[in-house]
């Protein structure tokens, strides 16, 4: 209770500065909700890391790597993915809460879960929000959609789309 408290009061302090500036770096570890989306729903968990670099006060390189464990289905083991991405973000300062895009191109392998074991090349889209919470830390809440239509090796499944809402505790440097 004590950090929900917490959170909201440093909600309501203002900061000034911005998420990742011109030539500054930032790494993050998040974790929220992954949704494999195929024949049906189905709802799991993913961790990730991210690394930014920034190239202006609004552009930055992003490097992820994702790791989505989904609920075992009718007779299946539990479903794994894990992926690497590569891509950019676009940020709009707007004083402590920063809006911002992401795209990115990724590499995932996908197994278990009542899914063939395959290696996919796809792509992902989301659309966040920084929250400052000091010079050099903020929250990242991020909403993505992973879609993975080509096949680089493995069976022959249909193309897998993965849901993500992710909160991210990010540092600076």
């Not at 996908?110 to 050099?136: I, K, T």
């Amino acid at each position: 209770m004590r950090f929900w408290i917490a959170l909201a009061i440093a909600c309501l302090v203002p900061a000034t500065t911005v998420a990742v500036g011109e030539k500054e770096a930032s790494l993050s570890v998040g974790a929220g909700l992954a949704v494999a989306v195929q024949v049906d729903a189905r709802p799991g968990v993913q961790g990730e890391f991210r690394l930014l670099r920034g190239l202006s006060d609004a552009w930055a390189l992003r490097l992820g790597l994702q790791a989505a464990v989904l609920p075992a289905s009718q007779g299946h083991k539990t479903g794994t993915l894990l992926s690497q991405a590569a891509g950019v973000t676009w940020a709009f300062d707007v004083v402590n809460w920063v809006p911002f895009l992401d795209l990115g191109v990724v590499v995932a392998d996908v197994r278990g879960g009542g899914y063939q074991a395959s290696q996919r090349l796809g792509s992902q889209a989301g659309l966040g929000v920084d929250y400052l919470v000091s010079r050099h830390t903020f929250l990242s809440f991020l909403g993505r959609v992973d879609y993975f239509p080509l096949r680089l090796a493995g069976a022959h499944e249909p193309q897998a789309t993965l849901l993500t809402f992710v909160l991210h505790l990010a540092r600076t440097f």
